[in-house]
T-cell receptor, first 117, second 112 residues
């Protein structure tokens, strides 16, 4: 069964510092991986996704993530944090729906990012 | 472009009362539809998904049910709410070929 583990439920960085949010996955098939961001009392917004091809994927708002099969990881990074990056971030792995097509996402427990002046 | 609407945004209901949350998608046809629940510190739990009208799959046993009366309408219901049903409920859709899901703005349900 597919699953994701996010290390660190809370991460705090200074404005302008590197952001690193960790995600490890478990999958019996080649995984599709995602990062979503959630602002308070809102839905989730897709930051970036990895399906196939280039292992370094770039997303919105300056975020990127690298798929490392040998480490079963998909960590999210941003070179320089901004106050507006403060939010909760979720890593997810896609599980195929065998009948009817499409996929369903299994999420990690989330990492709350705090950005300090 | 595709949009997803979910309402109401907030809801306070007494224990034992019924529930109906509605979600509609515009700008696409035959989407996969999902209901997730989010509890603090527990991430998002998939409750139900649907690959077509009248086709509902339940991921976890619970006090809730889902229905899909139309192609782009997904409803989450309960006959009698429990305190443990409180949470943030999110509706989402995805296409047959797309792998990512697109989320509504969520409903904050408080059962008192």
């Amino acid at each position: 069964a597919q699953s994701v583990t996010q290390l660190g439920s809370h991460v705090s960085v200074s404005e302008g510092a590197l952001v690193l949010l960790r995600c490890n996955y478990s999958s019996s098939v080649p995984p599709y991986l995602f990062w979503y961001v959630q602002y308070p009392n809102q839905g989730l917004q897709l930051l970036l996704k990895y399906t196939t091809g280039a292992t370094l994927v770039k997303g919105i708002n300056g975020f990127e993530a690298e798929f490392k099969k040998s480490e079963t990881s998909f960590h999210l990074t941003k070179p320089s944090a901004h106050m507006s990056d403060a939010a909760e971030y979720f890593c997810a792995v896609s599980v195929p729906i065998l009948t009817g097509g499409g996929n369903k996402l299994t999420f990690g427990t989330g990492t709350q990012l705090k950005v300090e002046l | 472009s595709q949009t997803i609407h979910q309402w109401p945004a907030t809801l306070v209901q007494p224990v034992g009362s019924p529930l109906s949350l509605e979600c509609t998608v515009e700008g696409t046809s035959n989407p996969n539809l999902y209901w997730y629940r989010q509890a603090a510190g527990r991430g998002l739990q998939l409750l139900f998904y649907s690959v077509g009208i009248g086709q509902i799959s339940s991921e976890v046993p619970q006090n809730l049910s889902a229905s899909r009366p139309q192609d782009r309408q997904f409803i989450l219901s309960s006959k009698k709410l429990l305190l443990s049903d409180s949470g943030f409920y999110l509706c989402a859709w995805s296409g047959r070929r797309n792998t990512e899901a697109f989320f509504g703005q969520g409903t904050r349900l408080t059962v008192v």
